[in-house]
């Protein structure tokens, strides 16, 4: 009886031992885990700068002028007097049309001219004649009315008379096609002994001014409206209206050596694409550029003056499309951030609200944390939110 309650003693006791050392077990891992450092982070600290605005947009080229040359009479091609393909100025003659149907039409109204003309004086001569005669009563007033009527009539046959000897010559001149404007001309439609006719719905050749050219460029009507917002709101500013520099990347991928200035925007909307036109004027001196030559712009918007970048390591996405970022507060606890970002320039984001300058966001890291706990931060040296770079849509 007695060793059954000694025995019942010594179990309770080493159960309890049992107890107390597992408690004492559990406290310590507990105080190990307490005594754990703060997970190392790195951090960049935002600093607002000036940025400069660029958008890069496609666009081809286009003459400044564009002459299509048509024949203002008929006849048969005498001669090409140039070469396809070649420079031409103002005024050259470019084609001769066969010019006797008209030297004889010049020839006719010269000698109906010089034939009105000796009506006109018999007439003036006779009507002076009956003035006088009307004043003594030898004729009557109708006879010096038809004399003076005839005269006036032969005035008005001369008059008749040089239009036409006008017109022959006009004619005559529109036989030598002469060039309207300077440029670079493409190839004939005709050859030596084609007939014409006048104002006919087919160019004989065409003429396009190269230097200087046309870029049309598109944008959407979306980012024009940003960029009027951001006006307005004070944080963009822009230079002239007009003469916004433009830079050009050739298709080969090489800088054109030439700057372009931005001369109008469309005033109508493509429906279908939601598209405006823009119009870069850029010269052309070494008649590098041809018409329809696709090239990439570089458009300057204009410079906001307090630009804030973050860098897109520390930008993370949310299911349904928005960015946070992981803040460390001035106790080095970690705050999530929900940030407005508009455009990526070079490895960072252009912020647009939810973050301020010199607040700290976590780019190396972020596995390790959550909003709430305490890290140790590391900032990273030469980080590109601190530098001024061009911005490009």
Known sequence: MHKHILA????????????????????????????????????????????QL?????GRTAPLRVAEV?????????????????????GQLLYQIDPAVYQAEVA???????????????????????????????????????ADAAWKQQLAEIGAAKAALQ???????YTRITAPISGRIGKSAVTEGALVTAQQADSLTSISQLDPMYVDVRQSTADLLRLKRLVAEGKLTQGEKDGAGVSFQLEDGSQYGEKGTLQFSDVTVDEATG??????????PDQLLLPGMFMRATLQEGERPQGLLVPQTAVT?????????????????????????????????????????????????????????????????????????ATKQ
């Open 108 to 146: 006719s109204a010269k000698a109906n001219l010089a034939k009105a003309e000796a009506n006109e004086r018999s007439a003036r001569l006779k009507a002076q004649r009956y003035a006088e005669l009307v004043k003594v009563k030898a004729i009557s007033s109708q006879e010096y009315d038809d």
């Open 275 to 284: 598209m405006v036109t823009l119009r870069v004027i850029v010269p052309n």
């Open 8 to 51: 019942r003693s010594v179990g309770l006791a080493l159960l309890a031992s049992g107890l107390l050392a597992g408690c004492g077990d559990k406290d310590g891992a507990q105080q190990a885990m307490g005594e754990m450092p703060p997970a190392a982070v790195d951090v960049v600290t935002l600093h607002t700068a000036p940025l």
């Open 54 to 58: 660029l958008s890069e947009l496609t």
């Open 167 to 173: 017109t022959a010559n006009i004619n005559l001149a």
């Open 317 to 389: 996405r949310t299911p349904k499309g928005g960015a946070t970022v992981m803040v460390v507060t001035a106790d080095n606890k970690v705050e999530l951030r929900e940030v407005q970002l508009s455009r990526v320039v070079g490895d960072s984001w252009v912020v647009e609200s939810g973050l301020k300058a010199g607040e700290k966001v976590i780019v190396a890291g972020l596995q390790k944390v959550k909003p709430g706990v305490v890290v140790a931060p590391t900032e990273r040296a030469g980080n590109s939110a601190q530098q001024t770079p």
């Open 70 to 90: 048509r024949p203002q009479v008929n006849g048969i091609i005498l001669k090409r007097l140039f070469t396809e393909g070649s420079d031409v100025k103002a």
